[in-house]
């Protein structure tokens, strides 16, 4: 069983960048992909960003592309998202998760979800 530790929120200015990462453990998390996940206050948790096992393949919300990067390093355990040219619209708590289903952008097809961490993002 994967556990996944989220870290890297924060309080940022608008137009400004954090860099949030997800530890995980056990010897099975280069087999998976995994996925960033965020709820703001009163809505549904939407997908932000994924990547497969590999790191050869990456997907991203409307939301966020051109402004977000996913990445992993395997070898640390690690997967990352560079969050850059943040807007308040950004502010959520911020979830990590492994893929286990079918969809890439589904919440529903992911397992294992950490504790989040919190990014606001002030005007």
């Known amino acids: 069983q994967v556990q996944l530790v989220e870290s890297g929120g924060g309080l940022v200015q608008a137009g400004g960048s954090l860099r949030l990462s997800c530890a995980a453990s056990g010897r099975t998390f280069s087999s998976y992909a995994m996925g960033w996940f965020r709820q703001a206050p009163g809505k549904e948790r939407e997908f932000v960003a994924a990547i497969s096992w590999s790191g050869g393949s990456t997907y991203y919300a409307d939301s966020v592309k051109g402004r977000f990067t996913i990445s992993r390093d395997n070898a640390k355990n690690t997967v990352y998202l560079q969050m850059n040219s943040l807007k308040p619209e950004d502010t959520a708590v911020y979830y990590c998760?492994?893929?286990?289903?079918?969809?890439?952008?589904?919440?529903?097809?992911?397992?294992?979800w950490g504790q989040g961490t919190q990014v606001t993002v002030s005007s």
């Open positions: 998760a492994v893929k286990r289903g079918l969809y890439y952008t589904d919440s529903l097809s992911f397992g294992s």
